[in-house]
């Protein structure tokens, strides 16, 4: 199914994905960052805050922004 | 919900006092409302109702001119994403998209602000630790995209981010966070997650990204260390020698407003300014403060003593000779003199004696001719 996938890391993304039906939030997650800790980053679906065991549906926008930026 | 609201009644936007006056009128019609009037119990609910209804036509009222100001700057949203982001696969930003920026800004900020040209956040309080000692607390911060600004070019000189109730370390009475300087965010390793997030219309992840950047204090390069709001002595450190600096050993130069300690730089009680050795050394013999060159009474003497009478003299009354200086007077003495200056002892070759004292014959204004040339050429 699809979503919509916008990652705030890096030089950033924006744009569709398709994911397995029945994908959970941290599941997505650690497909995409694998390695990295899911406390260390802010994950929307829709713009709400949600726990990460919530599957995602059809057409969702799934926000990642970092907990941490550096600044110079 | 804010959001589906908005959209349902959007017709009725065009007056939201109109709304709420007739919210009021139906809860007057109501008959039980009308009856418990007369027992005075519901007439603290009706207050309170008023009182509701009356905040929510502010804040329609608000977010109505918000939404004029959107619609006239989507055309230029459209050619923004279509010019930097060719590649974008969102849509363009929609009045559904920017109502629920409004929501999610509203749940995650402590105060969200809605103008016709402006949407500011306020942030909680922003606390800042290098890691060895206790945080600094900053204070909350207001992030304010300008929308004229962010219609016209959508980069970081569209925002301004400001400490509401500033915090400055002493002799830095401008600088309200270690990666602020004059208002603007040095965003680091958000530039590009900022730039994107303007450039595809989502305000919400702009501002957060802002907010998670105030977050952070990043040691390795800041506009000022952190040290300077703690005054820990392990965060400060000579910009020329690089030792670590004590708390009352901490000097700033004038010239390149680095941090010195007391070896590398110099105070001139004259002029009440610090200078570091290195802009000293750039600046020649003049004192940023005072504006002597070199002079007796200035602390730095940037001038050598003249070789002949020992005394510091202004950069216009002191000549290099090959081996040292001499002063305008003591060449005046030397005119007197037959034989060579009194360090090189090589009449011929040296650069301080003027020609009309190499070759006495000559008249005087050839010989004030020639001393204005070794000034100069000085």
């Known amino acids: 199914m699809k979503i919509f996938f916008i990652n705030n890391t890096g030089g950033g993304f924006s744009g569709e994905m398709a994911i397995e039906e029945g994908t959970t939030i941290e599941q997505f997650f650690v497909k995409q960052f694998e390695g990295k800790s899911f406390s260390d980053y802010a994950i929307t679906v829709n713009k709400l805050e949600t726990p990460a065991s919530r599957v995602l549906r059809e057409n969702d926008t799934v926000t990642i922004v970092p907990g941490k930026y550096s600044g110079a | ?63 109505r001119d918000l939404l004029e100001t959107f619609d006239s700057y989507r055309d230029r949203l459209k050619a923004i994403a279509r010019d930097r ?71 970081s000189s569209c925002y301004t981010v400001r400490a509401c109730s500033p915090r400055y370390p002493e002799n830095y009475e401008d600088m309200e966070h270690p990666h602020t300087s004059n208002f603007i965010l040095c965003e680091g390793s958000a530039s590009n997650p900022i730039e994107r997030a303007l450039n595809e219309g989502r305000f919400f992840d702009f501002f957060h990204i802002v907010n998670n950047t105030l977050q952070v204090y990043n040691a390795s390069s800041p506009h000022l260390k952190l040290g300077a709001w703690t005054h820990n002595e392990s965060d400060q450190e000579c910009s020329d020698c690089g030792d670590d600096i004590d708390d009352g050993d901490a000097y700033g130069c004038t010239c390149c407003q680095n941090t010195f300690c007391s070896s590398c730089s110099t105070y001139c009680e004259g002029g009440e300014v610090t200078i570091c050795n290195g802009c000293r050394a750039n600046r020649g013999r003049a004192c940023p403060g005072c504006d002597q060159y ?74 004030e001719t020639a001393t204005e040339s070794v000034v100069t050429g000085g």
């Open chain 2, 294 to 367: 070199g002079a007796q009474e200035c602390e730095q003497h940037a001038n050598d003593h003249c070789m002949v009478c020992g005394y510091i003299v202004p950069d216009d009354d002191f000549y290099e000779c090959r081996d040292g200086g001499i002063c305008n007077r003591c060449v005046g003495r030397l005119r007197e003199l037959p034989s060579a200056c009194d360090s090189c002892c090589e009449l011929e070759s040296c650069s301080i004696i003027p020609e009309a004292i190499k070759t006495p014959d000559e008249d005087e204004d050839e010989a």
């Open chain 2, 1 to 63: 919900m804010l959001h589906d609201a908005c959209i349902r009644h959007m017709h009725t936007l065009v007056d939201p006092s109109a709304v709420a006056n007739r919210i009021q009128q139906e809860i007057r019609n109501f008959p039980d409302i009308e009856s418990g009037i007369r027992e005075n119990l519901p007439m603290r609910r009706f207050r309170e109702l008023e009182h509701v209804i009356r905040d929510a036509s502010t804040r329609v009222r608000s977010i």
């Open chain 2, 85 to 155: 982001l060719p590649t974008a696969n969102l849509p363009i930003p929609t009045v559904q998209s920017l109502m629920g920026d409004v929501e999610a800004m509203e749940r995650r900020f402590a105060k969200l602000l809605l103008g016709p040209q402006m949407i500011a956040v306020v942030t909680d309080d922003i606390e800042l630790s290098d890691g060895t000692n206790e945080p600094f607390n900053f204070g909350p911060f207001k992030i304010v995209l300008n929308l004229h600004d962010y219609a016209t070019d959508a980069d």
